[in-house]
Structures are given as C-alpha cells and as structure tokens.
C-alpha cells in the first residue's frame, strides 16, 4: 500500500515538479517571421488565373481604341510587340537580371560584414555597424541611386588609364546599399537565433569566439537566410526597373524606346507595358514559391 501510495505522486509525470534549480524548458521557434517574408507570401498568394485575365484585358485594348477611330488594329499591335520581343528579351530583360545579380552579390557580400560586426562584442564596431544598418535600410532606394550616380565620378584615372564608369555600374552600387542593410538584418537575426547554450558550450570546450562563431553558430546560420535572402531578391529584382530614369538601357527603358519607334502610338501602351509586367510575374512567381518551400523545410523548431 506505501509503495502504491508513492506511485500516484511522480514529479514532473503525474504531479507538479518543484526545484530551485534552473531548468530548460523544452519550446518551439521559428527564426523567418511572416514580415520577413511578406513580398513572397504575396506573389505567390497570387492565382495564376488574375494574371491571365489581366493579359487577356490588355489584349482587347487595342481593338477598342481601333474602333474610336485610330485605324490601328489588335493584329497590328501585336505584331508589333512580337517583333520587339527578342530585343526586349535578349537586350533588356538580360540585363536587369545581370544588373540585379552583381546587385544582389554585392549587397550580401557587404551586408555578411556589416552583419557580423553587428554582433561583435566591441561596442564601438557593433554601434556603427547598427547605424549603417538602419540609415541605408530606412532611406529610399531612388535618393540612393541619385546620391551614387551624382557624387561617383565618370571617369576613373587609373596606372595612367582613364577608364570610363558606365551608369549600370552606379546603379549596382546604389541598389547595393539598401540590400546590404537588410541582409545585415537578417545575418544578425539568424546569428542571435541560434541558442546561448550553444555559445556557452563552445565556450566551456574552450573554442575561441572566432571558432564558434565559423565553426559552429554560422554553419547553422545558412539554411535560415536562405528564405529571407530569396525573399529580398525577388523585390530587388521587381525595383530594378527604376534604375531606368537613370539612363541605364534595361527592359523598361527599351520598351520606351520600342514604342517611340513605332510611332508613339497609344495603342501600344498597354500591350508593351503588360508584357514587361507578365515577364516579371513570370520569373518572380517561382522564386516565392520556392522561398515559401524553403522556409516550411528549413524551419528552425525545438521541440
């Protein structure tokens, strides 16, 4: 009967568990937040079908303003646009991929840094690291181009060469620096997400901090910033088009300069600009998709 009775009172199994001592409790986190995400979430929330019917609606614009009078057909039009197809394709939209890749390699490259010292110990490299931080991640993407294409010179004297700065090149260190802020952003969050105990572990197995931090925190860092990296891809690669007012020749400036060859035409407004739209939905939409996939599989849970 004794040994019944202290069976029906386990601690912690079928009764309430009392201890001064600290105990970790088991808990669930998840390092990508939802805000983190949201540009992906968006697409990708889109269905296929408002896309199509919005290309199906700019189709029969054409025709209507045909029959206000203007004599220029739907055929004409997209016969139109069918010929300025592999120019805008090969010419332009190449382009604004090139631009928005070296733009998105710079960018981690410096925010990795700017992220890491971040989350340095030395108050005075962490404080400016954070200033940075904040002042490229908060200021406007144009003002930045502006401020870039402004104060970087034209030319560049070099070993007694003058080499010529083209504006893509500017343009790609301006859209860099809001990138490089928002990827510090998520280095520091995914480096502060990894447990202390992981830290204080390391450290009890005498691992200096520069061991711990490329051995050991940041190997598991990778998988996080995945999601969150394509995330802030595929916007950088939806706000390349502004590096046209610029100057620089991608997608939307040669479709500008497509329609002034064809007359000006108003018919061709739409059409035109419909298809830039849809090639972007096009090569954005898989990117969210994927983001979305990698985020559900890379999630960081504790049970």
């Given at each position: ?114 992220g890491l010292g971040q989350v340095t110990p030395h108050w005075i490299i962490s404080r400016a690291s954070w200033f940075l931080t904040q002042i490229f991640r908060n200021s406007p993407w144009l003002v930045l181009l502006f401020i870039v294409m402004l104060s970087f010179p034209y030319e560049v004297s070099f070993g007694g060469r003058t080499l010529s700065v083209p504006d893509w090149i500017k343009a790609v260190i301006g859209l860099s620096l809001p990138i490089m802020a928002n990827i510090s952003e998520i280095v520091r969050g995914a ?113």
């Open positions: 009967m004794g040994v019944r009775g202290k069976m029906k009172y386990i601690p912690a199994l079928n009764a309430p568990a009392h201890t001064d001592l600290p105990v970790l409790h088991s808990f669930r986190s998840s390092y990508s937040h939802p805000e983190e995400l949201g540009f992906s979430r968006w697409i990708a929330s889109i269905p296929l079908w408002i896309p199509l019917t919005l290309a199906g609606c700019a189709a029969l614009v054409p025709s209507l303003v045909s029959a206000q009078g203007g004599g220029f057909t739907m055929t004409d039009a997209f016969a139109a646009l069918f010929r300025w197809i592999p120019f805008l394709m090969l010419q332009g939209f190449v382009f604004t991929i090139i631009i928005s890749f070296l733009t998105m390699m710079l960018g981690t490259l410096m925010g990795i840094l700017l480096v502060n997400s990894v447990p202390s105990g992981q830290w204080e572990a390391a450290e009890s197995l005498a691992f200096t901090r520069r061991q711990i931090l490329f051995q050991i925190i940041l190997p598991q860092c990778f998988k996080r910033m995945i999601p969150p990296w394509m995330n802030w891809y595929a916007i950088l690669t939806m706000a390349t088009p502004i590096v046209s007012i610029l100057g620089v020749e991608e997608i939307l400036n040669l479709t500008k300069q497509a329609i002034e060859a064809e007359n000006n035409r108003p018919e061709l407004l739409i059409p035109f600009y419909s298809f830039v739209l849809l090639v972007f939905f096009c090569y954005c939409y898989p990117i969210a998709r994927l983001t979305l996939r990698l985020e559900k599989r890379f999630t960081v849970q504790f049970l």
